[in-house]
């Protein structure tokens, strides 16, 4: 539950202390992180934040540019000494990682915490940064699937939020607003909110962000956050799912900031659309397409090697006359840097048991040996893609999820059927 936090002054008074007495031993001084979490206010001011459920996982790339990454996880919440200072510190320090930190290393950290309010998103908080570099900032908690307020000074935020309660939500693109979940033909399109896990700015009181500072090697322009596993489920307008599966994985979609302005119709695919072609501003949102979403039975998803964008799907062949298309729920989950792959027994740096292998056969990632997954990927093992499922509490990490109604249609006809089944 979140509880009214310390004041940012008190915190970056005992902050600068710890980062004085950790400098005295470099050792100690290896530090990638002394920040604390924090949550934006309605005056556009951030406040400090206490949350009891909150996870921290961390990513350490190694300067050298070889493949190799080293994820520390803690259940619990990483404070300075072991201690959990006024609540919302979090922190790394020299030992954290299995590999001693370089100096040119880049360590990324995701906070995950559960809704703030029933029928919400999960929330995450997202940071970046490099050894010795002391980073004495807050990070914001964002609602994922949603954008963040407007009223954030030198940003653009939308406010955009899902209702969680199968009420339709609606975009402005400019031209007026769109509703969606929307049908068009066979397939179902859908929007959420993006995050933003990259920005080298403050915002007022120029002491908190709501990401890190620090890029992937070799990718200019994007931090960790390499996408957004899509899940969706038929079911009843009045239940929601409480939990979702690996089962449910529908598509990935990558967190590629191309500098789209919309113009959405019903033409335009699965992309990240971008209200005024500046990223990370707080105006970017997912559009995903869905394509055979609309079936009258639940498509399957093409599998086979490594690819890149959204998973398409097949279109089986169908009679006209008039159908009954069921309703369906859609959540999406984030998706960080790392490969389920690298996590067999023989290859994994991290702290997992000896001789333990820490994958599961539906994409989860169990790093403690307690049968509970830290990583929930299906997009690796039902299509060979890169990248880590963010978890909270053992469940896939989503936003609130959205409704499409479905209904009756009256379907064309596709693909080759007998003469007599046109006649009938």
């Known amino acids: 539950m979140r509880q009214s936090g310390p004041s940012i002054l008190v915190l970056q008074f005992l902050l600068a202390g710890l980062v004085v007495l950790f400098a005295i031993d470099e050792a100690r001084a290896q530090t990638a992180f002394v920040g604390f979490i924090v949550e934006d206010l309605e005056d556009g001011e951030c406040w400090p934040t206490q949350d009891d459920d909150i996870e921290l996982y961390a990513l350490k790339l190694p300067a050298d540019g070889s493949s190799s990454t080293d994820w520390h996880y803690s259940i619990d919440r990483m404070s300075v000494g072991g201690a959990d200072l006024l609540g919302a510190v979090y922190s790394f320090l020299g030992g954290n990682f299995t590999v001693r930190e370089h100096r040119d290393d880049r360590v990324f950290v995701f906070l995950t915490a559960g809704p703030e309010e029933e029928g919400q998103g999960h929330r995450v908080a997202m940071d970046s940064g490099t050894p010795f570099t002391p980073n004495l900032n807050g990070i914001t908690l964002q609602v994922i699937g949603e954008t963040i307020p407007s009223h954030v000074p030198d940003h653009a935020g939308t406010g955009f939020r899902l209702p969680g309660d199968g009420q339709p939500v609606q975009v402005n693109w400019g031209d007026g607003p769109l509703s969606y979940p929307r049908w068009v033909g066979d397939d179902v ?63 990935f979609v990558p967190h590629e900031l191309n500098g789209m302005t919309p113009s959405p119709d019903d033409d335009t695919g699965t992309t990240i659309l971008d209200l005024d072609a500046t990223p990370y501003n707080g105006n970017e949102y997912l559009h995903f397409r869905h394509e055979g979403g609309a079936e009258t039975r639940s498509p399957l998803p093409v599998r086979g090697g490594p690819r890149r964008g959204p998973i398409r799907f097949p279109h089986p062949p169908r009679a006209p006359g008039r159908t009954e298309v069921p309703g369906r729920w859609y959540v999406i989950q984030p998706v960080v840097h790392g490969d389920y792959n690298d996590w067999s027994p023989d290859t994994a740096i991290a702290r997992v048991p000896l001789g333990f292998d820490p994958r599961m056969s539906d994409g989860g990632i169990d790093l403690t040996a307690d049968g509970i997954a830290e990583f929930i990927s299906p997009q690796a093992v039902e299509a060979g893609l890169p990248g880590l499922g963010l978890s909270h509490d053992g469940e896939i990490l989503t936003s609130a999820p959205v409704y499409f109604s479905g209904g009756e249609v009256d379907a064309p006809p596709r693909g080759w059927f007998p003469p007599f089944v046109w006649r009938w």
């Open 189 to 251: 399109q859908v929007v959420f909110g993006a995050l933003i896990d990259l920005q080298p700015t403050m915002y007022d009181p120029l002491v908190c962000s709501f990401g890190g500072q620090e890029e992937l090697f070799g990718a200019p322009g994007q931090g960790a956050l390499i996408g957004y596993n899509v899940y969706s489920r038929v079911g009843s307008e009045t239940e929601p799912p409480e939990h979702w599966s690996s089962a449910d994985w529908v598509a």
